[in-house]
């Protein structure tokens, strides 16, 4: 069976080799440029990169890295991702533009591509977010087909072995930990061949024509409470864009996000002048001193694109990457610094 990484190589062939690599501070990539959270970013980039190259809208560009790490049943977003605690797997997503233009759908059942189901609220709605059995419909009438809403090998697996204690411990950088490091009473994103991996996927880009966007996707928290809803699709929180100033995304613990406002807080901190990494030190910093105590037990990751092409990440604790595409530095895996 293939590892993770290597599956990665294999599935990124078409884009320039990717590394990982160390940030320096205020590295200017230029534009046009797609990032995207964690390692497995290059199958959410390798759907946006096509759209860059050829002088597309950064819209278009997230909107179809959502679709390809939606469609990678490898990765554990989408339908292929681990269900709640009842058994069910319910998505969320967000996409935003260059105008404020904005649309999420959460708690959404049996539909592949909630990125697009955003889309379409956005482009044909008044509103901005539709909700469980509302958002489904919508879909279905939009022609979304309902899929039959039956797990994915991985995800029953991992369910039957929660089944045995039903116990609900999230695990720090459980999107990004590999075989044996794994100490928890279970492993809600472990595959059939062993790997864990990421449940929330969250991609920003600049286009050659100076626009920003960027959409976040994901099947949430593994066996959370039937209902729950984190940040990923909620406008400020797990994803914002000002295309006067910059665009913000990011990954972990969705409530302690929602509590700051994270994305919108980085953003912000770009519009006083501070960098991307600056930026995004700040709000981490800002979410650590919440609750010193509690910060040591939970993971979050923003990762910042502003509008002069500048990229920065900054997350809680170590082990939070982030994946570059542009046609300046090829496509590349980079470790982001950490406050604790």
Not at 126 to 151: D, R
Not at 294 to 314: C, P, T, W
């Amino acid at each position: 069976m293939k590892s993770r990484r290597s599956f990665l190589r294999l599935s990124t062939f078409s884009l320039p080799f990717f590394s990982f690599a160390d940030f320096s501070e205020n590295h200017i990539a230029g534009k046009p440029i797609v990032v995207s959270t964690w390692d497995s970013g290059t199958i959410a980039n390798s759907g946006a990169w096509p759209i860059l190259q050829q002088g597309g809208k950064a819209i278009d560009a997230v909107e179809k890295a959502g679709i390809a790490i939606e469609n990678n049943i490898n990765c554990c977003v989408g339908l292929g991702g681990n269900p709640d605690r009842d058994g069910r797997v319910t998505l969320d997503s967000c996409i935003m533009d260059d105008r404020f233009n904005c649309g999420s759908v959460a708690f959404l059942e049996r539909i592949k591509h909630p990125v697009s189901v955003a889309r379409k609220v956005m482009e044909t709605t008044p509103h901005v977010m539709l909700v469980g059995e509302g958002a489904q419909k919508f879909a279905v009438a939009n022609g979304f087909p309902l899929e039959s809403g039956k797990l994915s090998a991985g995800a029953q697996k991992a369910y039957r072995k929660w089944l045995e204690k039903s116990e609900y411990k999230p695990v720090i950088n459980i999107e990004n930990q590999k075989p044996g490091k794994d100490k928890s009473a279970f492993a809600p994103n472990k595959l059939d061949d062993g790997t864990l991996n990421h449940d929330t996927m969250g991609t920003i880009a600049l286009d050659a024509a100076g626009n920003l966007s960027g959409m976040c996707t994901t099947s949430g928290m593994g066996f959370k409470m039937r209902g729950r809803v984190g940040d990923s699709p909620i406008i400020g929180a797990g994803l914002y864009v000002d295309n006067e100033v910059g665009a913000v995304t990011c990954s972990g613990q969705g409530e302690e996000v929602i509590r700051m406002c994270g994305s919108h807080l980085v953003v912000e901190f770009m519009r006083q002048g501070l960098s991307p990494k600056e930026a995004c030190r700040r709000a981490i910093e800002r979410i650590v001193n919440r609750d010193r105590a509690r910060a040591k037990d939970f993971q979050v990751g923003f990762i910042a694109l502003n509008r002069k092409g500048e990229i920065g990440a900054f997350s809680v604790q170590k082990g939070f990457n982030y994946t570059v595409t542009s046609a300046s530095i090829n496509q590349k895996i980079y470790d982001a610094e950490h406050f604790l």
